[in-house]
């Protein structure tokens, strides 16, 4: 998307091992963290500019089942479409769908 970016990434970490009853910091959480550092940097070297390039929210949400993981993947694959960038989601040259989800 020209404004923001979609992704779905799968934590290799389980719910146990992320808060062991104390505050420490979320795995994806601090995955994003770096991210959005580096890829901050390289966009604003390419961009020839300088200062803060990501905005400080986002959203992250769990899919708890696979009926949740395949609405999320349809509203991420289908949102160029809904925005008028692309006739179907497959034109949309910034997507990538990992061959192990099938076919969409």
């Known amino acids: ?6 992704m779905l ?3 290799l970490v389980t ?3 992320k808060h062991h ?3 420490r910091n979320y795995p994806v959480t601090e995955t994003l963290r770096l991210l959005k550092g580096r890829t901050a940097r390289a966009c604003n070297l ?7 390039f990501w905005q400080h929210e986002s959203y992250d949400h769990y899919a708890r089942n696979d009926e949740e ?3 999320i ?8 479409v809904k925005a008028g960038l692309a006739k ?11 061959p192990d989800f099938g076919e969409w």
């Open 88 to 98: 179907e989601w497959i034109e949309w040259k910034f997507t990538y769908l990992n």
């Open 1 to 6: 998307m020209p404004n923001h970016i979609h």
């Open 46 to 52: 390419e961009l020839k500019r300088s200062g803060k």
């Open 9 to 11: 990434i799968e934590s």
């Open 21 to 23: 009853g104390k505050s």
């Open 15 to 17: 719910e146990a091992a």
């Open 73 to 80: 993947v349809a509203y991420i694959i289908n949102n160029p």
């Open 69 to 71: 993981l395949g609405r």
